[in-house]
Structure formats: C-alpha cells, structure tokens
C-alpha cells in the first residue's frame, strides 16, 4: 500500500507536482521557524545565564573569604560600557567567572569587544579611564555577546569598599541563572501567535490544492473495494512525503542561515552563532513531528470519504456557521479585561493570564471567521445589483468557510501586526523616543552625589580640553523646602545656551548639568532666582559639573577627565540620552521581533492567499466552464473571483485591526497602565501595503481563468 501511494502522489501529471511543490513549501517555512524559535530560546537563555555572572548576588556565611564586587555603568559615544570593580579580601575569595585569577590593584581584564575599541580609541579619550596593566580578555564562559563592552577592574579592599552598591560574594557560578520558565513560555507565546499560527494557515491552505480531485479520486478506490484505512493510508503518505522534503530543506536553510540569524540583535545583543544550537530530541521532534502533523491533517481532510464515497459527488450546501464560534474571541478579550481588575502579582501568573487569553483571541479570529464572511456575503447580496456581486455573494454565503479559508492567514497577520504596532508605539510614547546615541551631543554633565570633594583644578582641567567651552560647577542648594531636586549657580556662571536669570537676580536654581529632565537646554529659559548669598556661594559642596563640548571627540575627553577626578562615581558622565540606552537597545529589539513578525506575518498570509485563490480556481474549473459556455465572459468570471476574495479580505481586515487595538489597549493598561496611542501614519501605510499586496496576490491568479475554464475542461470533467 505505501508503494502504490509513492506512484500515486507522483502520477498526476504537473497537478500533483505542484501541490507536493506548494505543500513542501509550506512546511520547510514551518519547519525553519520552528527551529529557530527553539534555537533563539536557547540562545537567550545561554546569554542571560552569562549576563547573570557579571550581576551575582550578595551571599551570606560559608568560610570563603568575600569578594567584593561593584558594578557600574559608563558610556562610550552613545554606547554602554558596563564597569565591573573587584577586591579580594583573602586568599580564599572566589575568582570571577571567565578569568583566572581576581584582578589586583592597577589591573584589569576586558570584553574582546571593549579591547578591540580600547586598541582603536586615543587614550585620553577612553583608556585612560582605566588606568593599570591589561591582563588580556575575558574567557567564553563570561562572554555575553559579542558586542558587549564590560571591563573588570582590581581595587584594593579600601578602594572598592567605597563605591556605592558594593556587594559580598562567597560564592560565584556560571550557571546560576538559567532563563525563567514564565519568560520561556512568553517567548514561545508570542512567536507561536505570531509566526507559527500562519504558517500553520499556510501548511493547511497548500495541503488542500487539488482536494476535490483527490477526493473524487479515493472515492473511486473507496468504490472497487478500497477500505477506509487503506484511503487512509495512501493518503497519509501522500502528505508524509511532501512533509519530510519539506522538513528537510527547512532544516538544511536553518542550519545554512544560523549564523545570520545569531547576528540579529532581538534582545538588544547580537547572539553567538554556537548558541543558537538545537539538540538532538528537539531536531527530532521537529524532523518527525512536522510530516506527522501533515499526514493527520490530510487524514483529517479525507473524512467525507471515508464516511461515504458516493457523497464526494453529491455535493450539498454546508450548514451555515453559527455565532458560537465567537466565544473563544470573547473568552480572550474577558481574559484581557479581568486583568484590569486583578493583575497576578507574579511574572509566572502574568503569564498564564495573558497567554491564554492572546491566543485565545487569535484562536476566536480563526474560529469566527466563517461567520463574518457569512455576515459579509449576506450584507452584499442584500445589495447586489450586478450578477459578479450576485453570484459572488451567493457563493460566499452558502460556503462561507471556504471563502474564509483563503483570508485567514491575512487575519492573523494583520492582527499581530496591530498589536505589535500599537504596544510599541504606545510604550514609546510613554517613556520617550529610543535614541541613537545621544539627543544632544555636546551636552555633558555629571551629579556628583557623595563624592569626594571637586579639585581645585578641575574647570581648568577642563578647559584645557580642545573642544570644550563654558566648564561651570553648580553648587548645592542649602535651601530646599519646595522638595525640588536643585542646585544653585551665578547667574553670571551660566553659559547663554542653557538660559538666563530673571533681571535683578544675582544666584538662580537651577536642575543638575542645567537642563531640565527630558527636555533640551534652551538659551530662552529663565531659571527661578535663589535667595542663596551670592558671596556664600564658593563655601557650598558641588552638586554637578556641566560643559558644552563641540563635538564627540571633546564629550568624550571630558568624560575621561571627570572619571579621573572623581574615581569612585556612581553615575557617569553622561549626555542627555544616556540613560535612556539601555531602554532604547531593547525598544530597538523588541521592533525588531514585531518588523519580522509583521513581515513573515503578511509573507506568508500572501503566500496562504495565492494558493487558496489557486485552489479554488482548480476547484471551480467545471463550473466555470459550464458558465463559459453559456456564454458569461471572462472578465465576469474574474469579476467574480475578485469579488469572492476582497469581500472577506476586508471584512476580516476591519475585524483584525479592531482586535488588535482592543486587545493592545487591554494589555497596555492591565500590565502597564497605560492608555493606547494609536498608531500613526506608519501604521495606516503598513496596513494599506499589506491589503494592496493582498489584492496584487489575487490578481495575479486571474490569468488562470481563462486557461483552465476552456470547453475542453467541461468535456473532460
């Protein structure tokens, strides 16, 4: 019987080879995202686990003596440089992880990453900040990406001890933060909802070219005497074949594109090719789970015969869908909506709240589908005024699921697409743009906070520096009752691009580094006077030093001069943007995932269209002709078709992008509390691209009207 399968799925002329084509298609898609989600799981769990060996927790008792450990953020031309500094307090203290022995005073190990910059950079502008012996660079084990700048500094015990944040290790391990399971099942989540669900549409959509003849053909075998598990069985080997070609070259573009794919920075850092690795039970899970999966579905596709082989040709009219089917919808927007009322204290119960319940609204999109199309075709044969319309209605009404079928990868990929949109624009709103680098370059400023006292040197240190201009120090404000986070300075010390004091007034309040918090210095501002004696003001400590650097070269000098007056700082020098680094590297990937989501989405939602249009142009091949003959032109017919796919399109369209800023909104204020900013003209111009690819989709399978509904079709059939 699997022999004669064989023969069978290769002996139906080009028919056949291009259904095998567009269902091993399909699944090498499947197949390629399936292993790189399991790969990119790996990954990010490899690089938080290193990432958690720079970030080790305090440890209580055990008779090792204790590392002292501080960690501390400085910058580099809009990138972060993560400073670690170390001393150890015996000879029994543990050794950080990636290097051989704890660095000692004047020493200090690096990223490769940060040695090649340091190698690339003058010294006064970035090595100097480090000071001492390279021991050379960190070991693979601490490696957290490529591209991450950290350098490990040795201090004595006195030297670290008076950094802020210090912590005391006992104990140190490399494996010591594996990724969370609540974090796994949301990664898994969301590209399950957002990539595998259309490829799933896709493997489906491709696995019916040619249902009907192949239906009409096992209802023939079922006839001279073939049992329903021998129907099966050829069938179920059919799809198995064109499934493992798929699974195959799937596996064989993953494992040619891994490296590649490593390099896409999704969280921000670029991954390392080695940890986008697959283990041997998941490639097998994956290389034998995938063509099961097809075979159950053409399995599946064949009950009509096996239940009856005569009913193959007589058709009846399905039984319309019923509202029912949107209760999984309504299940997943409730889900959404208890969460503005009870939010899980915990990420693993967030978890199990939201997941569900975007799936389950994803799942009701599929689901409801047939009876919005059905909803659709009655409202336009209730206005029906052209037979195209008319006969285009009609049939979508009496079959409303097939007319669906061809759209509902469009659906997922236009609701996925809506969320990602609205949840990224409304978070950017919320928390600023994500910069590249820094908003204003030239700004530099520095909170001293508790550190040591400013040299006297230091304005003129800095305005030795090429570059620099306007080097001003405001002191702290002795008066603050208002509760306002503020200095004071000569109003003749303040350089005109950062503003002016009110006529009359000789000491004004102003912010640290003189520009107000996410907002841009301005020579129109007028800074509020300070009742502070003007004579009293050299007595006061300094608060926070700022200076207008002409160009990045100076911003970065300045920087080292500051690091090296003020050595034990807690927070750099920075630029106004600085701080937002961090946040934007990961705004940045999470963009990146929703633009590969929103493009494989709508890929393969235009890939799961041409081959349903495809479909049911094989299916109607008889009919049409019939109508052919009767004398309907072509372009009546193509009138029809078109009809028949942009009627559901855009019923489903308007559906999907509704969802999607309901069910964006919802998940912003229950786990964020923000309200949903809609989208702007991006977003409309993504959404029209999409529907217009869509449209440029289904004319492209007009031509094959008029080939395949010829009256040699009608004689042959």
Same mark, same amino acid.
């Given at each position: ?24 298609? $399909?699944? #090498? ?30 440890? $209580? ?25 170390? /001393? ?6 543990? *050794? ?23 190698? #690339? ?15 050379? /660079?960190? &070991?693979?084990? $601490? ?45 898994? &989540? ?14 489906? *959509? ?20 073939? *049992? ?10 059919? !799809? ?36 986008? #690795? ?22 599946? /596709? ?31 927007? !409730? ?37 919005? *199309? ?59 743009? /994500? ?28 305005? !030795? ?57 301005? $020579? ?76 494989? &989405? ?116």
């Amino acid at each position: 019987m699997i022999g004669l399968a064989l023969r069978l799925a290769v002996a139906g002329g080009r028919e056949a080879l291009v259904r095998l084509v567009a269902i091993a298609a $399909a699944v #090498a898609v499947g197949t390629g995202l399936m292993l790189t989600t399991l790969a990119g799981v790996h990954a990010t769990d490899a690089q938080l686990t290193r990432y958690a060996s720079m970030y080790p927790q305090e440890t $209580a008792g055990g008779s090792a003596d204790p590392l002292l450990w501080s960690t501390r953020t400085d910058y580099f031309r809009g990138d972060q440089i993560i400073r670690v500094d170390v /001393a150890a307090t015996g000879p029994d203290a543990p *050794t950080p992880v990636g290097v051989p022995r704890t660095p000692g005073p004047g020493e200090f190990y690096a990223f490769p990453a940060l040695r090649r910059l340091l190698a #690339a950079t003058p010294a006064d502008q970035l090595a100097d900040r480090y000071p001492g012996r390279d021991l050379g /660079a960190v &070991g693979p084990a $601490a490696l957290t990406s490529p591209d991450t700048l950290l350098v490990l500094v040795g201090g004595t015990p006195e030297q670290v001890g008076r950094l802020d944040q210090v912590r005391k290790i006992t104990r140190l391990e490399d494996d010591s933060a594996p990724l969370p399971g609540a974090a796994v099942d949301l990664i898994l &989540g969301v590209v399950a909802g957002g990539l595998l669900f259309p490829v799933l549409v896709f493997i489906g *959509t491709a696995t019916r070219l040619g249902a009907p003849r192949r239906e009409q053909r096992f209802a023939a075998m079922r006839l001279v005497g073939a *049992t329903p598990r021998q129907i099966s069985a050829v069938a179920a080997v059919e !799809a198995a074949l064109a499934a493992a070609a798929g699974a195959a070259a799937g596996s064989a573009a993953f494992f040619a594109f891994r490296g590649q794919l490593a390099g896409i920075p999704f969280t921000g850092m670029p991954f390392f090719p080695g940890d986008m #690795a697959i283990g041997a039970p998941e490639a097998l899970l994956v290389a034998l789970g995938v063509p099961a999966g097809a075979a159950a579905a053409a399995w599946v /596709a064949l009950r009509r015969v096996r239940i009856s082989p005569l009913g193959v040709s007589r058709r009846v009219t399905p039984r319309p869908p019923r509202a029912y089917r949107l209760i999984p919808l309504a299940l997943g927007l !409730a889900g959404l909506g208890f969460a503005l009322v009870y939010r899980p204290p915990t990420s693993d119960g967030q978890t199990a709240l939201f997941l569900p319940a975007l799936l389950l609204v994803m799942v009701g999109l599929l689901t409801g589908g047939p009876w919005l *199309t059905m909803v659709g075709a009655r409202a336009m044969a209730a206005r029906a005024s052209r037979p195209a319309a008319l006969i285009a209605a009609r049939r979508l009404a009496d079959n409303p699921s097939a007319g669906f079928r061809a759209v509902s990868g469009v659906m997922l990929a236009l609701f996925v697409t809506t969320v990602a949109v609205g949840v990224m624009a409304t978070i950017a709103h919320e928390r600023g743009p /994500a910069p590249r680098g820094s908003l204003e370059a030239g700004r530099l400023s520095m909170v001293l906070m508790d550190d040591a006292p400013a040299p006297g040197t230091l304005l003129a240190d800095l305005a !030795a520096v090429p570059g620099v201009r306007n080097p001003v120090l405001v002191r702290q404000n002795p008066v603050r009752g208002d509760g306002r986070d503020s200095g004071v300075i000569a109003c003749a010390d303040i350089p005109p691009a950062y503003g002016r004091c009110a006529a009359g007034t000789s000491v004004a309040e102003v912010p640290p580094g003189l520009i107000p918090w996410r907002e841009s210095a301005s $020579a129109d501002r007028v800074w509020p006077s300070s009742p502070v004696d003007p004579a009293a003001l050299a007595g006061l400590p300094a608060d926070s030093v700022a200076v207008d650097a002409a160009d990045p070269v100076a911003v970065e000098r300045a920087r080292t001069v500051l690091e090296a007056a003020f050595p034990t700082f807690f927070v750099a020098p920075n630029v106004p943007g600085d701080f937002e680094a961090d946040f934007a590297d990961t705004m940045r990937g999470w963009q990146r995932l929703a633009d590969l989501v929103v493009v494989a &989405g709508l890929a393969l939602a235009g890939c799961s269209l041409a081959v349903a249009v495809a479909a049911g142009l094989s299916e109607r091949r008889r009919p049409f002709s019939l109508l052919r003959l009767s004398g309907a032109p072509v372009r009546l017919l193509r009138r029809v078709v078109t009809l028949e796919s942009v009627v559901p399109l855009l019923t489903v369209a308007v559906v999907a992008v509704g969802m999607g800023l309901a069910a964006a909104h919802l998940f912003l204020r229950a786990q964020m509390g923000y309200d949903l900013r809609l989208p702007g003209i991006g977003f409309a111009a993504v959404m029209a691209l999409g529907v217009l690819g869509c449209l440029a989709v289904i004319a492209a399978t007009l031509p094959l009207l008029e080939r395949i509904t010829g009256p040699e079709t009608a004689r042959s059939e």
